[in-house]
């Protein structure tokens, strides 16, 4: 493992392939198409080899907790992505893998014709577990990026254990990184790129839920639905109607007094730093 950058590291010692006629970048917590970092190295890689992006995304039947609710949520901003991808001229793959009978090893399978690989960095949850196995099976480089916080997580030596040691080392640094986030854009479209890979186009949401192997006793929420535009709409509410009386109106429960933005930051539909900036 290489630290690249404050927020790059190089998980193996692989040659990228020069015949590759892609670069790939496997989304596993970073579900958005703008303030992410992960995004933006994957298209600063393509550029600089003259090739197109790939943006592949699965989602598994077996992982931790999956029900109705979490996969549902997860659906729910799917073919937003593919369309925001579309008109940025990246290729986006979405595959929902729904028992054991589904295909498997995808990313390994797309990968075969990819000069390099460009990940999330997330240190918790099966994510490390999902890049070690990568590293196994990938003979071309992998690349994880940090897109979690505002504040790379390589400008913290140690792991903190209160919110009193943190923010001190956090508002000494805050400045050099609350600024806006700059977009990359690519170069060369994948318009016209064919992959063979399994896909997965989400139209019915219920009913490509119900033939999942996962547990059905928890229903999706009747008032969260996924997706980056659901989360902006709340933030959006949240900036213009709650924040002035935040310090007090978030304690009491009777009152729509938080920021109620915990799920769209979890699972990556919303940047801190976008919510930081808005806010």
């Not at 590291?9 to 670069?23: E, F, H, M, R, W």
Request: glycine share 4%; aromatic share 12%.
């Amino acid at each position: 493992m290489k630290q690249i950058n404050e927020r790059v590291q190089l998980l193996n010692n692989k040659s990228a392939n020069n015949n590759g006629k892609y670069v790939l970048y496997w989304v596993q917590m970073f579900k958005r198409t703008s303030h992410n970092h992960a995004l933006n190295f994957a298209i600063s890689q393509a550029n600089e080899r003259k090739l197109p992006l790939v943006v592949y995304e699965g989602l598994k039947f077996y992982y931790p907790w999956a029900s109705d609710r979490i996969h549902t949520f997860i659906l729910e901003g799917v073919e937003e992505k593919r369309e925001e991808f579309a008109k940025l001229g990246i290729k986006y793959i979405f595959y929902l893998q729904k028992d054991e009978n589904s295909p498997k090893d995808t990313v390994a399978q797309i990968a075969k014709d990819a000069a390099l690989i460009v990940t999330d960095d997330f240190p918790c949850f099966i994510i490390p577990k999902h890049n070690a196995a990568i590293v196994r099976k990938a003979e071309i480089p992998v690349f994880a990026v940090d897109s979690n916080g505002v504040i790379p997580m390589s400008k913290f030596e140690k792991e903190e254990y209160a919110a009193y040691t943190i923010r001190p080392k956090i508002k000494r640094m805050l400045d050099d990184y609350l600024k806006p986030f700059e977009e990359e854009k690519i170069i060369v479209r994948a318009d016209d790129l064919k992959i063979d890979c399994a896909e997965t186009i989400v139209e019915n949401i219920a009913d490509l839920v119900k033939q999942c192997a996962i547990d059905h006793s928890v229903k999706p929420s009747y008032f969260y639905h996924g997706g980056t535009a659901n989360g902006r709409k709340r933030l959006k509410k949240f900036v213009k109607e709650i924040l002035n009386n935040y310090d007090t109106a978030r304690n009491k429960p009777d009152k729509d007094g938080s920021s109620r933005l915990s799920s769209y930051l979890h699972f990556g539909f919303l940047s801190s730093l976008e919510i930081a900036l808005a806010v």
